[in-house]
């Protein structure tokens, strides 16, 4: 089992950036493949990136292709979204998330464990 927990979200002016991180304890972090989703009020869960165990697989959702960046530090247990360009579409609360599979998923039905997700909130 693994224990996650975002931080890094905030309040930002449009254009601005903002870098989340998500702290994993628990069971070895370098065995789960992680992503990103996120939930604005009002709408579905939104799936943002995935990146595999040891990073060589990546991919992002259409509405943050070329503007975020996933990657992790598996020494150090954590897992980080780069948040570059915001827009005011992309406020919601944010949620990382692990899974066991090898092959990362895009389907948040997918992943076994969640954090307790971090606000991001961007004005125009």
């Known amino acids: 089992q693994v224990q996650l927990a975002e931080s890094g979200g905030g309040l930002v002016q449009a254009g601005g950036s903002l870098r989340l991180s998500c702290a994993a304890s628990g069971r070895i972090f370098s065995s789960y493949t992680m992503g990103w989703f996120r939930q604005a009020p009002g709408k579905e869960r939104e799936f943002v990136a995935t990146?595999?165990?040891?990073?060589?697989?990546?991919r992002y959702g259409d509405s943050v292709k070329g503007r975020f960046a996933i990657s992790r530090d598996n020494v150090k247990n954590t897992l980080y979204l780069q948040m570059n360009s915001l827009k005011p579409e992309d406020t919601a609360v944010y949620y990382c998330a692990a899974d066991l599979a090898a092959v990362p998923s895009l389907s948040g039905s997918e992943y076994d464990y969640w954090g307790q997700g971090t606000q991001v909130t961007v004005s125009s």
């Open positions: 990146i595999s165990s040891y990073g060589g697989w990546i």
